[in-house]
């Protein structure tokens, strides 16, 4: 499936702007299933200085720099990618679940990097509820991916999908008890239990397809960002992804924009301001098929 991809984040604040530093995740990630063409990012004002690196996680950043008075920021990403996730194993050819575990904590030559996911952290803490909650999908023997298939189910159905019910800061204790938030959150809480129990576990950024009422035409921009879990099946399987929001497993409707251990490794815009007072964000994304 190819996509041509815009996601547009506009800033406008109540002060003037003197300086301003800003690191971006709007690069898609490429990998060995998803192919990034085309990339162009322009901001307004036009920065001082650019810079480009690699993070820790292996993700495509840019930083802006800007030494001008401003009122208003717009930062406009645009690429083409070419998505054909590779089809995951038979969920009852996965080994046990405590495998996977064991194999994370030693860490060997195959699973070090898979380790580090293995840990707590601010927005995902190892309990809050979402610990006991996981593991009832993880009796004693249970392969590895059925048991996420299964928790992946019960997230969908146990929760509600509320927008503006959640800011980026909700806790995952927060989600557990009003039983409702946005994709952001159900990755989160999803990833807590997951390393609760031991198991490696990322919070992955990107974007979904999605598609218009039946008989309408598609609306420009009224796409979103998405976010999802990628869980480890081990040395033999190695990475699935997970969409906990829509019950699915991540095939060729998703972009991977990036991954971390949780929503702030790979925000997609954040930085620091001096002055600009209360300012207010708008994000507009759009995700066209091409070749239909």
Same mark, same amino acid.
């Given at each position: 499936?190819?996509?041509?991809?815009?996601?547009?984040?506009?800033?406008?604040?109540?002060?003037?702007?003197?300086?301003?530093?800003?690191?971006?995740?709007?690069?898609?990630?490429?990998?060995?299933?998803?192919?990034v063409r085309g990339v162009?990012?322009?901001?307004?004002?036009?920065?001082?200085?650019?810079s480009h690196a690699i993070?820790?996680?292996?993700?495509?950043?840019?930083?802006?720099?800007?030494?001008?008075?401003?009122?208003? $920021?717009? !930062?406009? @990403?645009?690429?083409?990618?070419?998505? +054909? &996730?590779? *089809?995951?194993?038979?969920?009852?050819? #996965?080994?046990?679940?405590?495998?996977?575990?064991?194999?994370?904590?030693?860490?060997?030559?195959?699973?070090?990097?898979?380790?580090?996911?293995?840990?707590?952290?601010?927005?995902?803490?190892?309990?809050?509820?979402?610990?006991?909650?996981?593991?009832?999908?993880?009796?004693?023997?249970?392969?590895?991916?059925?048991?996420? $298939?299964? !928790?992946? @189910?019960?997230?969908?159905?146990?929760? +509600? &999908?509320? *927008?503006?019910?959640?800011?980026?800061? #909700?806790?995952?204790?927060?989600?557990?008890?009003?039983?409702?938030?946005?994709?952001?959150?159900?990755?989160?809480?999803?990833?807590a239990g997951l390393r609760?129990?031991?198991?490696?576990?990322?919070?992955?950024?990107?974007?979904?397809?999605?598609?218009?009422?039946?008989?309408?035409?598609?609306?420009?921009?009224?796409?979103?960002?998405?976010?999802?879990?990628?869980?480890?099946?081990?040395? +033999?399987?190695?990475?699935?992804?997970?969409?906990?929001?829509?019950?699915?497993?991540?095939?060729?409707?998703?972009?991977?924009?990036?991954?971390?251990?949780?929503?702030?490794?790979?925000?997609?815009?954040?930085?620091?301001?001096?002055?600009?007072?209360?300012?207010?964000?708008?994000?507009?994304?759009?995700?066209?098929?091409?070749?239909?």
């Amino acid at each position: 499936m190819r996509f041509k991809l815009r996601h547009i984040t506009s800033y406008a604040y109540s002060d003037q702007v003197d300086l301003a530093s800003h690191m971006l995740h709007l690069t898609p990630r490429p990998l060995p299933w998803q192919s990034v063409r085309g990339v162009r990012i322009h901001c307004d004002p036009a920065p001082a200085r650019t810079s480009h690196a690699i993070d820790h996680f292996g993700n495509s950043v840019n930083w802006l720099f800007i030494d001008r008075p401003h009122e208003h $920021l717009r !930062v406009t @990403a645009e690429s083409e990618v070419e998505v +054909a &996730f590779p *089809p995951a194993p038979a969920p009852e050819e #996965t080994q046990p679940w405590e495998r996977v575990v064991e194999q994370a904590r030693v860490a060997g030559p195959d699973a070090w990097q898979a380790a580090e996911f293995t840990f707590a952290g601010p927005m995902v803490p190892n309990d809050q509820g979402a610990g006991p909650y996981v593991a009832e999908s993880f009796p004693p023997g249970r392969p590895i991916l059925a048991a996420l $298939l299964d !928790v992946n @189910a019960r997230i969908k159905r146990d929760f +509600a &999908f509320r *927008p503006l019910s959640t800011t980026i800061t #909700t806790s995952v204790a927060r989600v557990m008890a009003q039983k409702a938030g946005v994709c952001q959150d159900f990755a989160h809480l999803m990833i807590a239990g997951l390393r609760s129990l031991g198991l490696p576990a990322r919070y992955t950024s990107g974007y979904i397809r999605t598609y218009p009422a039946p008989g309408r035409p598609r609306r420009v921009g009224a796409d979103v960002s998405h976010a999802w879990v990628g869980a480890w099946l081990g040395e +033999a399987h190695g990475w699935v992804d997970l969409d906990p929001t829509n019950n699915l497993l991540v095939r060729e409707e998703h972009v991977v924009l990036g991954w971390g251990r949780e929503f702030g490794d790979v925000s997609p815009l954040r930085g620091i301001i001096l002055g600009g007072g209360d300012h207010t964000p708008s994000v507009s994304v759009d995700l066209e098929p091409l070749g239909e």
